[in-house]
């Protein structure tokens, strides 16, 4: 298959944003980044640029605005290639809902992945958060996040937010993935990227197809973390309708990118 929509990569314009873990002897630049994708089958990505280290207050949200632009650079050189996504930070309520009004004007309708834990701030509960997702919702913004904090915390965010489509970002463990499935069942705005932990685990698409049905789950494979070709075949290889795995590559993603 060659259509497939990554729903969750981190692309950069240098290795100064580029996560793969072993860099140092293995880097693509930007072009060679996207080859390596298409080879893969991967015809689209979706995601935000997220730089090494850990954010420090200091720096303020100057430096998420940096990452968003980048990101728009990055839409730039790929074209229809990328859709971006951007930062925000509960800390810096006016300046992130100023900042989905400046990008949504340009077309962009992804905020996300959120990051906490590396971004500076606690968990999902934090007032600050609230109120850009009111904006976000105005918007009609898709919200991917990173999954962690207390599970009420996320599903108070999935709740008081109907209007927003939250992609949980890794299934993780078992326990983990039955919670997203769980959420699933319970919450129509809640979907689910297959990218980071839990997809090599044989039959773990299976069980969730079975539970949740296939329409909100999406492909992504949280490149340049993660092998890319793992992921695809993971999904091919897995026992489900040929529908079912259509719409996770791809059709899913083009769905709710319209």
């Known amino acids: 298959m060659e259509n497939v929509i990554d729903f969750h990569v981190h692309p950069y314009l240098s290795q100064t944003e580029c996560l793969g873990m072993y860099r140092e002897s293995f880097y693509l630049d930007p072009m060679e980044a996207r080859r390596d994708l298409e080879e893969s089958g991967i015809m689209h990505i979706c995601g935000s640029v997220i730089e090494n280290g850990t954010y420090t207050s200091d720096r303020g949200f100057e430096y998420f605005r940096e990452l968003n632009r980048k990101a728009l650079k990055l839409q730039e050189i790929y074209g229809g290639f990328y859709?971006?996504?951007?930062?925000?930070?509960?800390?810096?309520?006016?300046?992130?809902?100023?900042?989905?009004?400046?990008?949504?004007?340009?077309?962009?309708?992804?905020?996300g992945e959120l990051v906490p834990y590396s971004h500076g701030w606690n968990d999902y509960s934090c007032r600050g958060l609230a109120e850009i997702l009111d904006t976000a919702e105005q918007y009609g913004m898709i919200v991917s996040y990173h999954t962690m904090g207390e599970d009420r915390q996320i599903e108070d965010m999935i709740a008081e937010h109907p209007g927003?489509?939250?992609?949980?970002?890794?299934?993780?463990?078992?326990?983990?993935?039955?919670?997203?499935?769980?959420?699933?069942?319970?919450?129509?705005?809640?979907?689910?990227?297959?990218?980071?932990?839990?997809?090599?685990?044989?039959?773990?698409?299976v069980h969730g197809v079975n539970e949740a049905g296939f329409?909100?789950?999406?492909?992504?494979?949280?490149?340049?973390?993660c092998n890319p070709r793992m992921y695809v075949q993971a999904v091919l290889q897995e026992h489900i309708s040929d529908e079912a795995k259509e719409c996770i590559l791809w059709g899913n993603a083009r769905r709710l990118l319209e």
């Open 164 to 205: 927003i489509i939250f992609v949980a970002a890794h299934p993780g463990q078992k326990g983990d993935f039955l919670k997203h499935i769980d959420r699933m069942k319970r919450y129509e705005n809640a979907w689910l990227d297959l990218s980071g932990t839990g997809l090599f685990r044989y039959g773990m698409l």
């Open 215 to 225: 329409e909100r789950f999406l492909f992504g494979t949280d490149y340049p973390i």
């Open 83 to 111: 859709t971006p996504g951007i930062h925000v930070h509960p800390d810096y309520v006016k300046e992130s809902c100023d900042e989905i009004e400046y990008m949504h004007g340009r077309g962009v309708r992804l905020i």
